[in-house]
Every structure is written in structure tokens, then in C-alpha cells.
């Protein structure tokens, strides 16, 4: 589990520890701690570590240097918790799923490097290794990419946006609103996390969520506009042209130069909500599918995952995608990330497609906290509610047999942006639902009660909040809580 409360009867000193680790001994009081040792230990798991707290002198070893930076972590939540001193302490830990990811919608509205580097040191702290970074939408296009530079010229900016909810409110702002990421500033922020073993997974959106393609590229929609990029938010008809060979001419040349700017070896590539209403009605689509022998227009969907998964294995890379790739059929070595509720990722893996656990139902973290978010403050949402209980509630595997399970990758949740215009907002909603959601990626199998865990997030994680000046819910730490 994410945090563990371990009691010495001797000394009668509590250690909270982020997150749980699988065997802990605490022995002695408080010694000033200010020696630190680390070194790589390979008979450990590469993510693997040991800490030793001996008189006041910390040895750190690890299964590489992510394990050392895990113990590291661990190190300083103890030595906080106590103003810089330590007991003797003993722990061995290692996490139970590979993939553990935090996601962010930078289209809907935009976060300056500097705030997406305060959300990759938020992930750090709770020991988090991947990234998934939402780059292309309606809404704007938020990647530079040099050979289509319409892209950010025009797909980046909206004339104006939505004030108020989206299902009771036709008013907008009338101001412009965009802004970009430079191959620079991306290349920077990959570097940055890094440094903290963080993978930065980025995700080009096909063949829906395009407006900010089209509205700069209109020839590679159906109807050849004209587009403009969406001041709303929602779903929306128009969408990449699967019948027109530029699409994937397109496609290509984007994801040549993602794959120069993001080392890692998964690339996002979207495939949720594409309606196919264009594609029935469009001459170059229909004229694909009786060329493909197709029948219904989700194998066009299909059509282009396969393509793009052929081409990205070109250059040592595998596609991951929302649940709806499913729908036209995949190949096995397709990675599915599961959204709409968990049934998408059970299938997934029962077909023996890789997946990570991401349902709405319990990581979508734009949702609301509380019962009552008007009278509690939230501000405007999308709509939803999870509480911090219902989030750590969740369980990977549950109605999976024993030969499923090897496929659930990981766990991440998700932020969109549609009703969070500052990032004060953005931490308010992830923590400490993150800390929750790295409590099952961590140690889904470790966890205690919900009260045992609210407690250790109380005493290891707020002072850390509070130090670092991060904004947080506290909806669970109120006296009584708030539902």
C-alpha cells in the first residue's frame, strides 16, 4: 500500500512511510539523520530499494538509480516528519505494477513549463514513472512540429471560450486563448523528468479530437471545411479523413518528428470518441473500405491503428490507446488503456492485450470531490464525483482470472481541463487523490483501511504539501470529513 503506520511498543515512535513498503523494523529513538550512502544493489529489482537508518547515518541501495531515487523519497518524507531526525529504521520495497501514471490535458487550457514541471515534481513525491502528456485536441494544438507549422500558427489558437458549463451556458469570453510547447521546451521537460525517472508518454490524437488539425489543414478533413478550432468542449463530428492518403502521410511526418523530440518507447495515439458520421457520407472513405474489403466504418478506425502501429515499429516503438481502438479489432501488441468504466481493460486483457487501469469511475480526477461542491467551494466542474475513498476503493484485478492478470500493466490517473484554467485548480484536484491512486500502483496488494491510509497521508504527506506550498483538497481531513 501507498502508506504504512509501523509502531515500535519501545519507543512508541510512528513512521509513516510513502508508499508502503513490503518489509519494515523500526527500533531506537530520534537521532539527528545528515549521512547519506547510496549504491546500486544488482540482485534487487531495477525500481527495487533498501533503506538502513543506523545512528543517525542513512544507507540507500538500489536496483538501479530509480530504486536509489525511491529510497531517496522515502528518506526525506521520514526525516520530515520528524524535523530532520530518524529512528534506526529498516526497509526493503518495491513496487507491484511497472506502470504508474499521472496524466495532463494541456489543450483545453495551457500550463506553462514551469507549472508542467511542478506536476512531474508532485509525481515524483509519490513515486510515479510515467507521464502522459495530452498534447493535441479540438481546443488547440499544443506541439510544435516544423514541417506543418499551420499547426501551431493557426490549430493552437481559439477565437474564444465557453464560459460556465457546457449544459446550461451559449456565453463566451471573446478572447483569443492558445499557446504552444516549442521542440525545445519539450525536449526540456523530458529531461526534467527523467532526472526523476519519470517517462513522458506524449499523445497525438487520431482520428478524432482533430479541429485543431483541420481547422490549419482543412484539406484533410471529409468535407474540406471550413474548421475552426473549438471554443466549446465535447465531442464533435468532424474528424481525421480515413479514405484520403495525406492522412497518414500526415500522421507519419508528425510522429517522425514526436519521436525525435520523446524517447519513450510508448506513444498515445488516441482513438476514443471519433465519431464516424463523416466517414458514411464521405466518397474517399467509402471508396477505402470497398478497396479493404470493409463492411462497417469502425475498420477504418482499424485500418489507421494498423498502419501507424506498423510504421512506429519501424523505429522501436509501441502504440497505446483509449479503450475504443478495441472496437474495429487490434493486434496483440497493441496497448489499451481502459476509460470507459474497467470492462474495457478486462477484455483487453483477456484477449492478451497489455493494459493500464484508467476507468472514469474512479481516476478521473476533474471530477468533483465532494457530494456537494457548491457549498464546499469546488467551483465549476465537467461533473462526476470521487471522493479520496472511492479512489482508493479500486481493485486492478477484481472478476480477472489468474491468466489475465499478468496483463494489467498499470494504473494511472487522468486530468482534463475543460473547467480547470489555473494550476492551482490542477493541484486541488489531484491531491491527495494522486496519493491514492499511488497507493494501488504501488502496492494494490499491501493496502490497509481507508482510515489507516487517510491517517498516514495526514502525517506523511500534508507537512510535505504545506512545506512545498502545494494546493490541496482537504475535504478528508476535515473534522468530521466532508463526502
Request: with cysteine; charged share 25%; glycine share 10%.
Amino acid at each position: 500500500m501507498f502508506l504504512a503506520a509501523c509502531t515500535n511498543s519501545a519507543t512508541d515512535i510512528t513512521v509513516s512511510i510513502v508508499p508502503q513498503p513490503e518489509s519494515i523494523e523500526v527500533k531506537g529513538g530520534l537521532k539527528p539523520c545528515n549521512t547519506f550512502v547510496t549504491s546500486i544493489d544488482e540482485s534487487l529489482q531495477p525500481e527495487a530499494y533498501t533503506l538502513v537508518i543506523k545512528k543517525g547515518k542513512a544507507t540507500i541501495k538500489g536496483g538501479s538509480d530509480a530504486g536509489i531515487f525511491y529510497g531517496e523519497q522515502t528518506l526525506a518524507q521520514i526525516r520530515s516528519q520528524f524535523g530532520g531526525q530518524a529512528p534506526d529504521i529498516r526497509i526493503s520495497d518495491a513496487p507491484e505494477f511497472a506502470y504508474r501514471g499521472m496524466h495532463l490535458d494541456c489543450c483545453r487550457h495551457f500550463f506553462s513549463v514551469d507549472e508542467v514541471k511542478e506536476y512531474i515534481d508532485i509525481m515524483a513525491l509519490h513515486k510515479f514513472n510515467t507521464f502522459h502528456w495530452h498534447l493535441t485536441e479540438d481546443q488547440g494544438w499544443r506541439a510544435e512540429i516544423k514541417k506543418y507549422p499551420r499547426l501551431t500558427e493557426v490549430g493552437s489558437v481559439r477565437k474564444e471560450t465557453l464560459v460556465g458549463h457546457l449544459g446550461s451556458s451559449n456565453k463566451f469570453d471573446g478572447t483569443p486563448y492558445g499557446g504552444y510547447y516549442t521542440q525545445d521546451e519539450m525536449r526540456e521537460v523530458v529531461a526534467y523528468a527523467a532526472e526523476r525517472h519519470i517517462t513522458v508518454i506524449p499523445e497525438i490524437e487520431m482520428p478524432g479530437h482533430a479541429l485543431g488539425v483541420l481547422a490549419a489543414y482543412p484539406e484533410l478533413g471529409c468535407t474540406g471545411g471550413p474548421y475552426e478550432v473549438e471554443g466549446r468542449w465535447g465531442v464533435f463530428p468532424d474528424i481525421l479523413c480515413a479514405g484520403n492518403p495525406k492522412t497518414l502521410e500526415f500522421l507519419k511526418d508528425v510522429l517522425d518528428e514526436i519521436c525525435d523530440i520523446f524517447p519513450s518507447e510508448i506513444i498515445h495515439i488516441g482513438g476514443d470518441e471519433a465519431p464516424r458520421d463523416r466517414w458514411k457520407a464521405c466518397p474517399k472513405c467509402q471508396a477505402k473500405m470497398k478497396e479493404l474489403g470493409f463492411t462497417e466504418e469502425a475498420q477504418l478506425q482499424s485500418y489507421i491503428n494498423s498502419e501507424i502501429e506498423k510504421y512506429l515499429a519501424t523505429k522501436g516503438r509501441r502504440i497505446l490507446g483509449w479503450d475504443e481502438i478495441l472496437e474495429g479489432g487490434v493486434t496483440k501488441t497493441a496497448m489499451v488503456m481502459s476509460w470507459r468504466g474497467p470492462e474495457g481493460g478486462k477484455a483487453a486483457a483477456k484477449m492478451g492485450n497489455e493494459v493500464v487501469m484508467t476507468p472514469n469511475s474512479y481516476f478521473y480526477f476533474d471530477y468533483f470531490q465532494t457530494g456537494d461542491p457548491e457549498a464546499n467551494g469546488e467551483g465549476i466542474g465537467i461533473g462526476g464525483y470521487l471522493n479520496l475513498e472511492r479512489v482508493y476503493s479500486f481493485n486492478p484485478y477484481e472478476d480477472l482470472d489468474e491468466e489475465s492478470k499478468p496483463y494489467i500493466k498499470g494504473i494511472q490517473a487522468n486530468l482534463w481541463t475543460e473547467y480547470l484554467e489555473s494550476f492551482d485548480r490542477v493541484q486541488e484536484r489531484v491531491m491527495p487523490r494522486m496519493a491514492a491512486t499511488a497507493e494501488i500502483a504501488w502496492g494494490q496488494s499491501r493496502r490497509t483501511s481507508y482510515p489507516e491510509f487517510v491517517e498516514r497521508v495526514r502525517k506523511a504527506l500534508l507537512p510535505i504539501y504545506e512545506e512545498n506550498g502545494y494546493k490541496y483538497a482537504d475535504y478528508a481531513f476535515r473534522d468530521p470529513a466532508v463526502d
